[in-house]
T-cell receptor, first 115, second 113 residues
């Protein structure tokens, strides 16, 4: 158990809908990362937050947004869902923001199925 | 951006033998190389990592070697056991003030009892 929690574990919804994925980082970790895992694209970095502020953006669609709250939990919002958004979404956390690489610990993921 | 490639995509080994997975990366500025193990239905679990100031690191049956000149790094698992069967991902982290990980596509390792 990494200490990172994600809810829900599974999510089934329809095209055009909007969903929210939630992540609680390990105790004391200030950085949260979101990754998408699909069969064809593998694990792709989406976005990073540090202590409530956006730090880096990867291949995140404009339909997707995220935020990190004062208690450091984070939410990933996916809107106008398409079939291709079906994937596993992982949250990871790390202790600090640094220019040197920081170890990231992954949560169990949320499996999103768009029908 | 960083491009990480893994070979082979699938690896079958007899229990007790060694398994080696190789990764190459493209960005010479990358300085952090973790390996993750992912079992079915679970999130990636960090098993070992190496930073660019070190050429080799070992933790019990697992070792990682890094060749910065050639831009490749490898995971070595010795005395493989059935519980080592999983998908293994390598990753690289460029240093641009953030910590995003660029992952390889993963290797399916099957340990045959």
């Amino acid at each position: 158990d990494s200490g990172v929690t994600q809810t829900p574990k599974h999510l089934i919804t329809a095209t055009g809908q909007r969903v929210t994925l939630r992540c609680s980082p390990r105790s004391g970790d200030l950085s949260v990362y979101w990754y998408q895992q699909s069969l064809d694209q593998g694990l792709q970095f989406l976005i990073q937050y540090y202590n409530g502020e956006e730090r880096a953006k990867g291949n995140i669609l404009e339909r997707f947004s995220a935020q990190q709250f004062p208690d450091l939990h984070s939410e990933l919002n996916l809107s106008s869902l398409e079939l291709g958004d079906s994937a596993l979404y992982f949250c990871a956390s790390s202790p600090r923001r640094t220019s040197a690489a920081d170890t990231q610990y992954f949560g169990p993921g949320t499996r999103l199925t768009v029908l | 951006g960083e491009n990480v490639e893994q070979h082979p995509s699938t690896l079958s080994v007899q229990e007790g033998d060694s398994a080696v997975i190789k990764c190459t990366y493209s960005d010479s500025a990358s300085n952090y190389f973790p390996w993750y193990k992912q079992e079915l239905g679970k999130g990636p679990q960090l098993i070992i990592d190496i930073r660019s100031n070190v050429g080799e690191k070992k933790d019990q049956r697992i070792a990682v070697t890094l060749n910065k000149t050639a831009k490749h790094f490898s995971l070595h698992i010795t005395e493989t056991q059935p519980e080592d069967s999983a998908v293994y991902f390598c990753a690289a982290s460029p240093v641009y003030g953030n910590n995003r990980l660029a992952f390889g596509k993963g290797n399916q390792v099957v340990v045959i009892p």
